[in-house]
């Protein structure tokens, strides 16, 4: 399987609803979808474009924030392919990260309790 299909999958999983399923199993979730996003980044599979960094910064807060569900909805708009994306949307210049500051802030949030 191609890496670019397996991140379309990805996205498919995280779209998957699991307002059902207990808080701790959904911060998993959306720290492996993040963790996941930015492995691809880092092997060269997906572009850390300033869409992408924008939407997996936003996918951080809603983690930080316990807003799990949010979280992944974000991780899985950051994998929306290009001709997909709303091209009326303006990626603003604030909460533009690197990789590296991406990577760092997931590590900081995993050590932090279920909300």
Not at 27 to 37: L, N, P
Not at 47 to 75: E, F, I, M, Q
Not at 109 to 115: G, N, P, S, W
Request: aromatic content about 6%; glycine content about 4%.
């Amino acid at each position: 399987m191609s890496e670019y299909r397996r991140i379309i999958d990805l996205r498919e999983i995280l779209i998957t609803p699991t307002s059902h399923l207990a808080a701790a199993f959904r911060k998993q979730r959306a720290e492996d979808g993040i963790s996941d996003v930015l492995r691809a980044v880092r092997q060269k599979y997906w572009a850390l474009d300033a869409w992408t960094s924008h939407c997996l910064n936003s996918a951080l807060v809603g983690l930080r924030d316990g807003k799990y569900d949010d979280a992944r909805a974000n991780t899985a708009t950051a994998i929306c392919p290009v001709d997909q994306r709303d091209a009326d949307y303006t990626v603003p210049p604030t909460g533009i990260r690197t990789l590296e500051e991406l990577q760092a802030e997931l590590a900081r949030l995993r050590t932090r309790a279920v909300k």
